[in-house]
T-cell receptor, first 111, second 115 residues
């Protein structure tokens, strides 16, 4: 059973608008979450993270929100740029720094 | 600073052959892990290591072996390749979380095809 779920396989957004990518998890023991961005033929690259002691973390155009009671997090990208087009993975980090990934969301930013 | 280096980038194997995927990191990270990525399934953990000499199984370990004799290297061995092992393989390393949050750094991946 998937412990981290990204229910939207793809998202299309106009350049300059907001992109919102969603992620749900089932394991209440998860206390640290990360977002990764992946281009074709490359490894995932770290984007932003959030600890369960926070409900929001910002880094430039990227903000991650965590709702522990709903076991839900979201990544906001404002403003979206064509270079943001990629696959975005949500992940939870467990003991041993093991990552449990969602299936990913393909973001396409149209210019 | 090279980060995490994986070799080879591409490999074609025949069913039953064995091979080793190499992974090396130069960041002195304690934690290393191997993932495979299949279409529509995200990345799944194969094996991981919390330090030299210590390894453990992840979600999909069958058909793979690992060892961690040094901090820098974490090779993944396919014992007898099967078509079901056709995938893209990623190695990752990270530092101890301790009092601060950490991130995992990934290699560029190895695209393996088993025919």
């Amino acid at each position: 059973d998937q412990q981290v779920k990204q229910n939207s396989p793809s998202l299309s957004v106009q350049e300059g608008r907001i992109s919102i990518l969603n992620c749900d998890y089932t394991n209440s023991m998860f206390d640290y979450f990360l977002w990764y961005k992946k281009y074709p033929a490359e490894g995932p690259t770290f984007l932003i993270s959030i600890s369960s002691i926070k409900d929001k973390n910002e880094d430039g155009r990227f903000t991650v929100f965590l709702n522990k009671s709903a076991k839900h997090l979201s990544l906001h990208i404002v403003p979206s740029q064509p270079g943001d087009s990629a696959v975005y993975f949500c992940a939870a980090m467990e003991y041993g720094n093991k990552l449990v990934f969602g299936a990913g969301t393909i973001l396409r930013v149209k210019s | 600073n090279a980060g995490v280096t994986q070799t080879p980038k591409f490999q074609v194997l025949k069913t039953g052959q064995s091979m080793t995927l190499q992974c090396a990191q130069d960041m002195n990270h304690e934690y290393m892990s191997w993932y495979r990525q299949d279409p529509g399934m995200g990345l799944r953990l194969i094996h991981y290591s919390v330090g030299a000499g210590i390894t453990d199984q992840g979600e999909v370990p069958n058909g793979y072996n690992v060892s961690r004799s040094t901090t820098e290297d974490f090779p993944l061995r396919l014992l007898s390749a099967a078509p079901s092992q056709t995938s893209v393989y990623f190695c990752a390393s990270s530092s101890n979380r301790g009092q601060m949050n950490t991130e995992a750094f990934f290699g560029q991946g190895t695209r393996l095809t088993v025919v």
